[in-house]
């Protein structure tokens, strides 16, 4: 009988704090792009140094990086990347996420022990292909969003343990199959699929017919984003090895927040506890646009759809990141948003089992008392209404 592991939690990082954080808030591995190479151009992403840095804080703490290189290379992209490749395994991580042939090749090439993950990118959604790349010396297939429960359940039975299997639990869904789009290249001559999408499904467009007739000024094309965190008992049973978060384009709030609650979620699959209210509550309050189960229960409807998308009010509440202490009760925070000493505030800390509950008393900017901090961005000092044990990038959110 296989003994099955502890599944994984995978985070994004956009960038070298968002890094640290997602593992502060429980994440065993996370994945993030150098700049080259990588799908997501316009997050901040990781110099060689931020990968050299990032490497040690997770290894400390015997966590898991993946570098993404999950380009699909133009001829003149090609020659620079062994240099590349090379400068950026001296961090040492610990898996490279690749979907080109020649990336693939050339990894196993200068590093022949290479963890090797297969990206969405691939849309690889049967156990064949994935036994294809097993055969290849891959060690894990991400699997294409496309997949549904039945047929996921079906791939894991059928690659038998040989490869790992690792699929999306949360954030956004490409309507194109795995991203494999165009429009951003036809529409503003930026490629997806070499990190440029400009994502043009959501633009509001005006949909005619032939005649001119007007149907709508506000269509788009875009799909609901993917939260399956009524799910994770079913996708552990399975066998799924990792579970993904979506989302290096996020603030440091929503990856706090949704890592802690999928961490918690995790958690109590394992113990046994159900009581999972409170963390199914937070991920919804943090979203900033519909959810769905995305493909989970098969081929999606005009339901899973944003064809005529009405704005997600968001809640505007994520209201500082702790920066340093001062003493028992004062804090050093830069703010998010607006502040006032009337506020009620929650503290999202991995110090803490739970979301702690509490008031500012005072509020100084440059030395000088304040009941209000209208501009984010500002480095203030708070003096909370009772002693509480904070560390760096512990959350402030108003409630």
Same mark, same amino acid.
């Given at each position: 009988?296989?003994?099955?592991?502890?599944?994984?939690?995978?985070?994004?990082?956009?960038d070298?704090?968002?890094?640290?954080i997602?593992?502060?808030?429980?994440? !065993?591995?996370? +994945?993030?792009?150098?700049q080259?190479?990588?799908?997501?151009?316009?997050?901040s992403?990781f110099?060689?140094?931020?990968?050299?840095e990032i490497?040690?804080?997770?290894?400390?703490?015997?966590r898991?990086?993946?570098?993404?290189?999950? &380009?699909l290379n133009?001829?003149?992209?090609?020659?620079?990347?062994e240099?590349y490749?090379?400068k950026a /395994?001296?961090?040492?991580?610990?898996?490279?996420?690749?979907?080109d042939?020649?990336?693939i090749k050339?990894?196993?090439e200068?590093?022949?022990?290479?963890?090797?993950h297969?990206s969405t990118?691939?849309?690889?959604?049967?156990?064949?292909?994935?036994?294809?790349?097993a055969?290849?010396?891959?060690?894990r297939?991400?699997?294409s969003?496309?997949?549904?429960?039945?047929e996921?359940?079906?791939?894991?039975?059928?690659?038998?343990?040989?490869?790992?299997?690792?699929?999306f639990?949360?954030?956004?869904?490409?309507i194109?199959?795995s991203?494999r789009c165009?429009l951003?290249?036809?529409?503003c001559?930026r490629?997806?699929?070499?990190?440029?999408c400009?994502?043009c499904c959501?633009w509001?467009?005006?949909?005619?017919?032939e005649s001119g007739k007007?149907?709508?000024?506000?269509?788009?094309?875009?799909?609901?984003?993917m939260?399956?965190?009524?799910?994770?008992d079913?996708l552990?049973n399975?066998?799924?090895?990792s579970f993904k978060?979506?989302?290096?384009?996020?603030?440091?709030? +929503?990856?706090?927040? &949704?890592?802690n609650?999928?961490r918690n979620l995790i958690?109590?699959? +394992?113990?046994?506890?159900?009581?999972n209210t409170?963390y199914?509550e937070?991920i919804a309050?943090?979203a900033?646009?519909e959810? !769905?189960?995305?493909?989970?229960?098969?081929?999606p409807g005009? !339901?899973?759809?944003?064809?005529?998308?009405?704005?997600k009010q968001?809640?505007?509440?994520?209201?500082f990141?702790?920066?340093?202490k001062i003493n028992?009760?004062?804090?050093? &925070?830069?703010?998010?948003?607006k502040i006032?000493?009337?506020?009620?505030?929650?503290i999202?800390s991995?110090?803490?089992s739970?979301?702690?509950?509490?008031n500012?008393?005072?509020?100084?900017? !440059?030395?000088?008392?304040?009941?209000?901090?209208?501009?984010?961005?500002?480095?203030?000092?708070?003096?909370?209404?009772?002693d509480?044990? /904070?560390?760096?990038?512990?959350?402030?959110?108003?409630i």
């Amino acid at each position: 009988m296989k003994v099955k592991n502890k599944v994984e939690l995978l985070a994004p990082a956009g960038d070298l704090n968002r890094g640290k954080i997602a593992f502060d808030f429980g994440a !065993d591995a996370i +994945y993030f792009g150098g700049q080259a190479y990588s799908l997501r151009a316009r997050a901040s992403n990781f110099t060689l140094e931020n990968i050299h840095e990032i490497s040690e804080y997770a290894h400390y703490r015997n966590r898991k990086i993946y570098l993404v290189i999950n &380009v699909l290379n133009q001829n003149g992209m090609l020659g620079g990347f062994e240099e590349y490749f090379k400068k950026a /395994l001296e961090a040492k991580p610990d898996a490279f996420i690749v979907s080109d042939p020649y990336i693939i090749k050339k990894v196993k090439e200068i590093y022949p022990e290479a963890q090797i993950h297969i990206s969405t990118q691939q849309s690889i959604s049967n156990y064949k292909a994935s036994l294809f790349f097993a055969r290849n010396g891959c060690s894990r297939i991400i699997l294409s969003r496309e997949v549904n429960f039945n047929e996921l359940k079906g791939l894991i039975e059928g690659v038998d343990g040989k490869i790992e299997i690792e699929t999306f639990i949360h954030g956004a869904v490409c309507i194109a199959y795995s991203g494999r789009c165009m429009l951003s290249s036809n529409f503003c001559l930026r490629d997806a699929n070499i990190g440029g999408c400009a994502q043009c499904c959501r633009w509001e467009m005006k949909l005619s017919d032939e005649s001119g007739k007007v149907y709508s000024n506000n269509f788009t094309m875009s799909a609901k984003d993917m939260c399956l965190a009524t799910k994770i008992d079913e996708l552990i049973n399975v066998g799924v090895s990792s579970f993904k978060i979506e989302g290096r384009m996020k603030n440091e709030h +929503y990856i706090a927040t &949704v890592v802690n609650d999928y961490r918690n979620l995790i958690e109590n699959h +394992y113990s046994g506890n159900k009581d999972n209210t409170q963390y199914l509550e937070d991920i919804a309050n943090v979203a900033n646009r519909e959810t !769905d189960l995305a493909w989970y229960d098969g081929q999606p409807g005009i !339901d899973k759809m944003l064809y005529h998308e009405i704005p997600k009010q968001v809640k505007q509440n994520y209201a500082f990141i702790v920066t340093k202490k001062i003493n028992n009760n004062t804090y050093e &925070v830069i703010t998010k948003n607006k502040i006032q000493t009337t506020d009620n505030f929650q503290i999202l800390s991995p110090l803490h089992s739970n979301i702690l509950n509490i008031n500012i008393s005072k509020m100084f900017v !440059d030395g000088v008392e304040t009941n209000v901090v209208s501009a984010p961005a500002s480095t203030i000092i708070v003096e909370f209404a009772k002693d509480i044990e /904070l560390q760096k990038n512990d959350i402030g959110r108003i409630i």
